[in-house]
């Protein structure tokens, strides 16, 4: 118990602590405690929808995944555990809770909360076979009905998505069982809603409920118009901080997990308050798959300020503000996409389940893991195909010796023989080596303090040409960013089962070249 209490009280302690004093002599090395000789690489998720059916999940253990750690929402609920039969089917496999959890009243963030059995929402579509006839009348049933002592519990939103076939259509929408309300402004109620015009576009109201079923009645000329989508959903409806107590207060194990802030397309200013709250808000996506890859400030699909690096230059940001702040790379929505986040956990063979979920919430909590932006697997004829971004690349050193700072990395393919490896601090990049073993001097003003607020790795394996046969050399590599690089290829992928969504900035090319990042080694 003695144990436990401590590790609590540890996990509790604000980011400002005196533990963490702000002398500037010492880095905070996250990966000081890796065995590099005997531990294991394990190919995991922080941010990643599906696996809600066995041939979802069967997906998923074709590209390498061993740590399965769902996010889905609508509701935010943990798809965990595994079902039975097919844990038994798969005993290789590591599962964890988690889910994306959204709709706060104070932001307008998503986060994830690995390792938590939090669960917050309500989702339910009306299928499309019930929207191509006219009129819709719907009943969403087994609602919370509003009250004023725990109002998040009966607010919804309705979402209607409406398109014109022809001339300029409306439709009428009738509500029985809740009003519209305010969502910014306490929930304040705002009347019934009776024959409301709704002209094509995306449509949003939230509702307070006045019953535990919402009788729904949405009139329009089928023959004019489509509905695409017609849905009630809840999020958290409550401020972040208090969703994110709940969170910590569900974890599976004190010294394991916590808050990932995904794709993070606000500013410094918006993640500063959430990183300083608790040490187990651990940090933001670097990349995100679904959102421009390593960034785009003004959302999804983004690129008319190219590049896209909104994510990656904030990930920087945060930590010259010296705070720690781990970075996380996922696929999110997109199946086929790229995007991991690379554990590094003792051998797992000899531990018992309990044991073996705890170690990977525990390599999330503590940093030991490195991300991966990886080549994708594709035919000759430009088809995407299974192991799609898995890659044995890797660090297999990064260790700190008499103030210089080593990495090695191995694990790269025949078909990229070329490694190159960055070093990039405070002030940018400020080594590159054409080498799969590097070192980096800690350099220390005249009061002995480390100049560097912190150092973090980056390091790509390259093939010998790119765009069918064009010579890619490492002094081109080394004129490139991470966007550039990670858009290197040598053909266009085919549409298909495995076209990985339909932007072409982002998607079309099939990535030739693997990226891996390690976490940020800290001056405190």
């Not at 107590?245 to 308050?273: I, S």
């Amino acid at each position: 118990m003695k144990r436990r209490r401590l590790l609590a009280t540890l996990a509790t302690l604000p980011a400002t602590s005196s533990l963490m004093a702000s002398t500037g002599r010492e880095l905070d090395n996250p990966y000081a405690e890796v065995k590099w000789d005997a531990w294991e690489c394990l190919q995991s998720m922080s941010h990643q929808h599906q696996g809600q059916t066995d041939a979802s999940r069967d997906g998923f253990v074709d590209m390498g995944y061993g740590h399965l750690a769902f996010s889905n929402y609508y509701p935010s609920a943990p798809t965990y555990p595994l079902p039975k039969d097919y844990a038994a089917k798969h005993p290789q496999l590591i599962a964890a809770p988690n889910a994306e959890h959204h709709s706060f009243t104070d932001t307008g963030l998503h986060a994830n909360a690995l390792g938590s059995l939090l669960a917050t929402g309500y989702g339910s579509s009306v299928s499309a076979k019930e929207c191509a006839t006219a009129p819709i009348a719907h009943g969403f049933d087994g609602l919370d009905v509003f009250d004023a002592q725990r109002p998040w519990l009966g607010v919804y939103r309705l979402d209607v998505r409406l398109a014109a076939k022809a001339g300029k259509p409306t439709a009428s929408l009738t509500l029985e069982g809740a009003n519209e309300c305010d969502f910014r402004n306490g929930f304040a109620d705002k009347g019934p809603v009776r024959d409301r015009n709704l002209p094509p576009g995306n449509h949003t109201l939230y509702l307070r409920t006045t019953a535990s079923c919402l009788e729904t009645k949405l009139v329009f000329d089928a023959d004019a118009m489509s509905v695409t989508q017609y849905r009630l959903m809840q999020g958290t409806n409550r401020p972040w901080r208090d969703v994110f107590r709940e969170a910590f207060a569900m974890l599976q194990y004190l010294d394991g997990g916590g808050m990932t802030l995904n794709h993070p397309t606000g500013k410094l200013a918006d993640y500063l308050p959430m990183l300083d709250f608790d040490p187990r808000v651990l940090g933001i996506e670097v990349w995100n798959q679904l959102t421009s890859g390593f960034g785009s400030s003004r959302g999804f699909y983004d690129h008319s300020g190219e590049p896209s690096l909104h994510f990656y230059q904030l990930w920087d940001d945060i930590l010259r503000t010296g705070r720690r702040c781990w970075g996380f790379f996922v696929k999110d929505h997109n199946t086929y996409g790229r995007g991991r986040n690379v554990l590094l956990v003792p051998k797992l063979d000899a531990m018992t389940t309990t044991e073996r979920e705890a170690a990977a919430l525990r390599a999330y909590r503590r940093g030991t893991f490195f991300g991966s932006v990886a080549s994708l697997a594709a035919s000759e004829t430009g088809e995407v195909i299974a192991p799609y971004d898995r890659s044995s690349f890797r660090f297999n050193r990064i260790a700190v010796q008499n103030d210089t700072l080593h990495v090695t990395v191995s694990g790269n393919d025949p078909k990229r023989p070329n490694v190159q490896i960055r070093f990039i601090t405070d002030q940018g990049i400020a080594s590159i080596v054409d080498a799969a073993k590097a070192a980096f001097p800690l350099k220390r003003d005249s009061a002995g303090r480390l100049e560097a607020a912190f150092v973090r790795v980056e390091a790509f394996a390259y093939p010998k040409t790119h765009q069918r046969g064009q010579p890619l050399t490492a002094a081109m590599l080394r004129q490139m960013h991470v966007h550039d690089i990670s858009l290197l290829h040598d053909q266009k992928a085919l549409r298909g089962p495995a076209f990985a969504s339909t932007d072409p900035a982002l998607r079309t090319p099939i990535p030739i070249v693997d990226m891996i990042f390690s976490q940020p080694l800290r001056r405190v």
